[in-house]
């Protein structure tokens, strides 16, 4: 035999001995405790991405109100330099 093949014999033969009973207990208890972990993180990411959602909503809604600010601005500003052209033209007959 050559070392390869040892080696997993090696293995087998360290491993401590447990009843059967004991393993699927375990298995079940890392099962349990596994699926309990994906469960929370999935809860966590469903929150972080209903906070980002909220977050984004909100930044639409400013941008939206930023946007009608601007272009009302920008028509009093239209108002305002046609009114000033008009003055200066009564002004310089």
Excluded: C, G, W
């Excluded at 349990?32 to 991405?49: I, N």
């Amino acid at each position: 035999m050559t070392a390869k093949a040892k080696t997993p014999l090696l293995y087998l033969a360290n491993a401590p001995f447990y009843p059967e009973s004991d393993y699927v207990s375990r298995e079940a208890k890392v099962l349990k405790m596994l699926k309990q972990k994906v469960m929370q993180q999935q809860e966590e990411s469903q929150a972080r991405e209903d906070r980002l959602l909220q977050t984004q909503l909100a930044m639409e809604e400013t941008i939206k109100q930023q946007a009608a600010f601007i272009e009302k601005q920008s028509a009093e500003f239209a108002k305002l330099t046609a009114l000033v052209h008009q003055l200066s033209q009564k002004s310089n007959p």
